[in-house]
Antibody, heavy 122, light 107 residues
Framework: EVQLEESGGGLIQPGGSLTLSCAVS????????MSWVRQAPGKGLEWVAT???????YYSDSVKGRFTISRDNSKNTLNLQMSRLRAEDTAVYYC????????????????WGHGTLVTVSS | EIVLTQSPATLSLSPGERATLSCRAS??????LAWYQQKPGQAPRLLIY???NRATGIPARFSGSGSGTDFTLTISSLEPEDSAVYYC?????????FGQGTRVEIK
């Protein structure tokens, strides 16, 4: 059974930094395309960042230069380092796996964690 | 950035009725569009990918159609458990974007 569990959320002041982690079981993070998707309170879904199986990374314009997606192969975790946080970064952050059809990855998200809440406020 | 616009914002129907949800893209996404269902307090669930392919375990009452800029998610006969917010998402180019969602209410 595949399970993703996010941690590291909390209350942080504007301008601060925070690192989120996503512990994964049932699949190998380094062998999958992995992403972060966020959802502001009462709002819709927003893609944040994606890490491919190599080193390629992709970011939304709203977080580019402030957030870094990475993985720790020894722990089988996906991470999101967030810096220079703003009030508009307040959201539940989900980690998610890109769908794999047996031969290729497609950037739709078939496995999700339950999310971790990040609140940016003074 | 490709903008996805969903309509209507809210759909209120009775059990057994047919629900038709629309997603319009600001430019062509070919067939590279998915639909998700999200219930309160839960993560989204992938329903449909590449316009019309049901994800694993998704009931046959969910179907998708369209291409280019206009897409539809159809729920053929609503069940009470279908009450949720539904989002479309494209993967045509970076950045990946989602629609703003359609809320389906069961009367």
């Amino acid at each position: 059974e595949v399970q993703l569990e996010e941690s590291g959320g909390g209350l942080i002041q504007p301008g601060g930094s925070l690192t989120l982690s996503c512990a994964v079981s049932g699949l190998i993070v380094s062998a999958n395309y992995m992403s972060w998707v966020r959802q502001a309170p009462g709002k819709g879904l927003e893609w944040v960042a994606t890490l491919y199986t190599g080193v390629a990374t992709y970011y939304s314009d709203s977080v580019k230069g402030r957030f870094t997606i990475s993985r720790d192969n020894s722990k089988n975790t996906l991470n999101l380092q967030m810096s220079r946080l703003r009030a508009e970064d307040t959201a539940v952050y989900y980690c998610a796996r890109s769908y794999y059809d047996g031969s290729d990855y497609h950037n739709y998200f078939d496995y999700w964690g339950h999310g971790t809440l990040v609140t940016v406020s003074s | 950035e490709i903008v996805l616009t969903q309509s209507p914002a809210t759909l209120s129907l009775s059990p057994g009725e047919r629900a038709t949800l629309s997603c319009r893209a600001s430019q062509s996404v070919s067939i590279y569009l998915a639909w998700y269902q999200q219930k309160p307090g839960q993560a989204p669930r992938l329903l449909i990918y590449d316009t019309s392919n049901r994800a694993t375990g998704i009931p046959a009452r969910f179907s998708g159609s369209g291409s280019g800029t206009d897409f539809t998610l159809t729920i053929s006969s609503l069940e009470p458990e279908d009450s949720a917010v539904y989002y479309c998402q494209h993967r045509r180019t970076w950045p990946i974007t989602f629609g703003q969602g359609t809320r389906v209410e069961i009367k």
